[in-house]
């Protein structure tokens, strides 16, 4: 067997195990009773094990070499390069130093919980120094295994979650939103504050709002026969080829919140399910990067289900499940769930804000993995930047500012990114569909999302990883991702509309 099949089987191995670990894990969250906690902890922890002495055994590094000398196709040669990033990333790192991070990140993350709660910045500083200290020599070691991939340290762990995106190219794409953004949340907010809003709270029955779920899932091209829809406290979208898990989370007060959760785990689903059939269980037939999976959840929440076509399809669907809002129109519909307005907390921003959030946070997440600040002066520069960007002060408010997320204390440093660069391709690609599409509006009105899915099937499903991130968005549109068509996405759904 050649050096290039061995590797085939191993990985095919590895990925059936990860199919494993994917299902015990969604349990966990979704249907496990709480008794069950430690055995579950154990049998992730040996499947973790297992996983992890598979990918680092000495004889892959003697198939790399192998493989390098054989004859493989271009997509072969494509699969081998995502297989050996995947072995370069888990063998550059020390098992003393992975030991120490995820005791670290377990106390801090723990200690977290509580001290957010009470605005205990200094109670949290002692543990998180020395996850920023670890995360540092995590990055200076990624760095120095890659031998010149990586510019800094920072980009080394921006590369776990979205590859092929650098420091240099997202600072790029980031000032030009910070060169305009702010002032264009000033004019749609002024806009906005001129025009009168529907109150849309009120009662609405968990049973029908989970009704409602499965209806617009299933316009959306979801497949239940391979897959499903459950409750967790945070919405989520994980499984396998045939099995897409989604959770979404429901309040009797929002039937919105609930939707809207739904609709971008059903994007997240349905690019997993679009990805290359005959590359299964290898790497190359996996997903691109976290920045293209978040592309396609944003291009369902945000470019698909507030467009006002689809809007106006989905008005009759509401009505039909809460008679309630039967006076409420498609128009009146569109402004609840597009409003806008600043806020200390990302997760419940619009997408007009939140852009700002993340910024914010790479630009202070960057700095202290490459060593241009430390975690005690956090605080400050949140503050400054927050004022800079969004106008509100959080000086002394920890827990709606620094500690807010649960990414940092975790050592998740180099995640952040990967939103912001989503919302920024999925306007790039909306844009590109309308181009190819001019009947594209015409067709959402109907409730046919058809033609939307074939062209990101085409274009981004099916090429899995074989392209990078940059390569990706521009076979797809003509260009590399370009904040302008943000920018001209934000002025015509609030401005020129």
């Known amino acids: 067997m050649s050096a290039y099949h061995s ?26 009773p709480p008794g069950g906690a430690e055995g579950r902890a154990q049998a992730l922890a040996e499947l ?4 992890h002495e598979l990918l680092t055994a000495e004889y892959l590094g003697d198939w790399f070499e192998g493989a390098l000398q054989e004859g493989l196709s271009e997509d072969q040669q494509a699969n081998l390069r995502e297989m050996h990033r995947l072995w370069q990333q888990a063998t550059c790192l020390q098992g003393d130093l992975v030991q120490a991070q995820s005791l670290a990140a377990s106390r ?4 977290w919980r509580e001290q957010r709660g009470n605005n205990d910045w200094a109670g949290f500083l002692p543990n998180f120094k020395e996850v920023v200290r670890l995360a540092r020599e995590e990055a200076q070691a990624r760095q120095a295994a890659a031998e010149g991939d990586f510019a800094t340290p920072y980009d080394a762990l921006l590369d776990l979650y979205s590859s092929g995106d650098t420091s240099a190219s997202i600072a790029e794409v980031f000032d030009g939103l910070k060169a ?33 779920s499965h209806s617009v899932m299933e316009v959306l091209g979801f497949d239940f026969s391979k897959g499903r829809l459950d409750i967790s406290s945070h919405p989520f979208s994980t499984g396998v080829r045939g099995d897409h898990r989604i959770t979404t989370r429901y309040r009797e007060s929002d039937f919105i919140e609930a939707l809207m959760g739904t609709v971008h785990e059903t994007g997240h689903a349905s690019y997993e399910a679009g990805l290359p059939e005959a590359w299964a269980g290898q790497p190359a037939g996996e997903a691109r990067s976290m920045s293209i ?3 396609q959840s944003l291009l369902f929440e945000k470019q698909l289900l507030l467009s006002k076509p689809f809007v106006r399809f989905l008005t009759p669907i509401i009505h039909q499940h809460f008679p309630t809002l039967k006076e409420v129109d498609h128009d009146q519909f569109w402004q609840a769930m597009s409003r806008v307005h600043r806020g200390f907390i990302r997760v419940e921003a619009d997408e007009v804000t939140y852009p700002m959030h993340i910024v ?34 959080t000086h002394g408010n920890y827990k709606d500012g620094c500690l807010q997320d649960i990414h940092w204390p975790s050592g998740a440093f180099g995640y952040f990114p990967s939103y912001t660069l989503g919302a920024l391709n999925a306007a790039q690609l909306f844009s590109a569909m309308h181009r190819d599409l001019p009947a594209l509006d015409a067709h959402l009105r109907e409730g046919n ?30 260009e590399a991702t370009n904040p302008d068509y943000f920018i001209r996405h934000i002025r015509n759904r609030y401005l020129d509309m």
Not at 48 to 51: E, R
């Open 108 to 111: 801090c993350e723990h200690a």
């Open 7 to 32: 590797l085939v089987n191993q990985f095919a191995r590895l990925h059936k195990l990860s199919h494993a670990s994917t299902f015990l894990s969604w349990d966990q969250q979704v249907m496990m």
């Open 180 to 212: 305009q953004l702010p002032g264009l949340i000033d004019e749609v907010i002024e806009r906005q504050r001129r025009t009168p809003n529907v109150d849309l709270s009120g009662h609405y029955n968990i049973q029908e709002q989970q009704r409602l």
């Open 48 to 51: 973790h094990q297992i996983h």
């Open 293 to 295: 999976h978040e592309s």
């Open 449 to 478: 999302v058809s033609s939307l899915r074939q062209w990101l099937g085409s274009r981004i499903w099916s090429k899995g990883s074989f392209l990078s991130s940059k390569e990706l968005i521009t076979q797809a549109t003509g």
């Open 360 to 393: 914010l946070r790479y630009e202070i997440e960057s700095a202290l993995i490459n060593g241009e600040m430390e975690a005690e002066d956090i605080p400050d520069a949140w503050a400054d930047k927050m004022q800079a960007y969004l106008g509100l002060d």
